[in-house]
């Protein structure tokens, strides 16, 4: 007499690998995109996030020292080559060896753009800060000015949603804003 004992086998069929391969499949389609496009953002908004903290140091020193502050491009006027900060000690309205820099930036990824206007788009580019923290011109006027910090390496549509603009009012004061939802988010936008 034969002794029958059962031996169960442990292990998946192969119908319960393909429906588990389709299901991770269908959740890759979903996230993927929100992913890649959650990483653009963040990268935007990281890039966003330290150009108004170089503003924001600028403006902290002048009032600090009592002297004039700048923010000036790495190279003539493309703010995307990175930029620094610096106290204009010997008030030539330009960094010099004699000035302090307070803070230097990386320059940008290269699927970035950053683009001044107004004071940020002269030759050479340049945010000033006098020693009450206001805005101002080597002309010694006060003025409103903007940066818009953008991805290059998109779509038109997707661009106009991958775009960050940071104002900076006549008081001095800096706000980031998104021109694709925020309707006072324009280049000539003083506050």
Not at 29 to 55: G, K
Not at 91 to 105: A, E
Not at 132 to 157: C, H
């Amino acid at each position: 007499m034969k002794n029958s004992t059962s031996s169960r086998r442990s292990g998946f069929t192969l119908i319960e690998l393909m429906v588990t391969v389709a299901i991770a499949a269908v959740l890759l389609v979903v996230a993927v995109p929100s992913f890649v496009s959650f990483q653009r953002n963040s990268e935007l908004t990281s890039a966003t996030n330290s150009f108004v903290a170089a503003v924001n140091a600028a403006r902290g020193e002048a009032m600090k020292r009592g002297m004039n502050a700048m923010v000036v491009p790495a190279t003539g006027i493309d703010w995307s080559t990175g930029w620094t900060v610096f106290v204009d000690q010997d008030r030539s309205g330009g960094l010099n060896t004699g000035d302090t820099t307070v803070v230097q930036q990386p320059a940008l990824s290269s699927y970035f753009s950053a683009t001044g206007h107004g004071t940020a788009s002269e030759t050479p580019a340049y945010i000033m800060f006098d020693a009450s923290g206001y805005a101002k011109t080597k002309t010694a006027g006060f003025g409103a000015l903007t940066i818009t910090i953008a991805r290059n390496d998109l779509s038109d549509t997707a661009n106009t949603e991958q775009t960050r603009r940071v104002v900076i009012a006549k008081s001095g004061r800096a706000r980031a804003c998104k021109p694709a939802t925020d309707s006072t988010c324009t280049v000539t936008a003083e506050e």
